[in-house]
């Protein structure tokens, strides 16, 4: 994929798979919702005392690997620092991101009946690998 394919497929809505080192055992992988725009950085939330949290609190890195799973199969991994971790504010970044899984109105209810403190955590992306199956 060029630069420009990649990105926009990034910032798509899919539920990617994050991949945080995890000393002594293989990587922690999970399922996480993401966001991204072209030429920003991956913003995730979780909350702050998972396991996921405090393993990419230790490493200051992550990757994350998003796919299309009907045919023509793609996917986009990328791999970089944190660059920022800071407690989630509901308008600002827990909102956006139910809305852009749920839609308006679940993500609201999504929202409301969450009872989960929340962090952010950036990464800007170094490194990309992508795959077009379709070409």
């Not at 899984?101 to 999504?110: E, F, I, N, P, Q």
């Not at 990309?128 to 199956?133: A, E, I, Q």
């Amino acid at each position: 994929m060029s630069q420009q394919e990649r990105e926009a497929f990034l910032a798509r809505p899919h539920v990617g798979v994050l991949g945080v080192d995890d000393p002594g055992h293989g990587p922690l992988t999970v399922p996480i919702w993401y966001a991204y725009e072209p030429g920003g950085e991956v913003k995730i939330l979780t909350g702050p005392g998972s396991r996921k949290a405090t393993l990419i609190a230790e490493a200051m890195r992550f990757s994350l690997c998003v796919q299309q799973e009907s045919l023509p199969y793609r996917y986009v991994m990328v791999e970089g620092p944190v660059t920022d971790r800071r407690p989630a504010e509901l308008e600002a970044d827990e909102r956006p991101m139910a809305h852009r899984y749920l839609g308006a109105k679940m993500g609201d209810r999504y929202c409301e009946d969450s009872t989960t403190e929340s962090i952010v955590m950036t990464m800007r992306p170094e490194r990309w690998y992508s795959v077009d199956y379709g070409r």
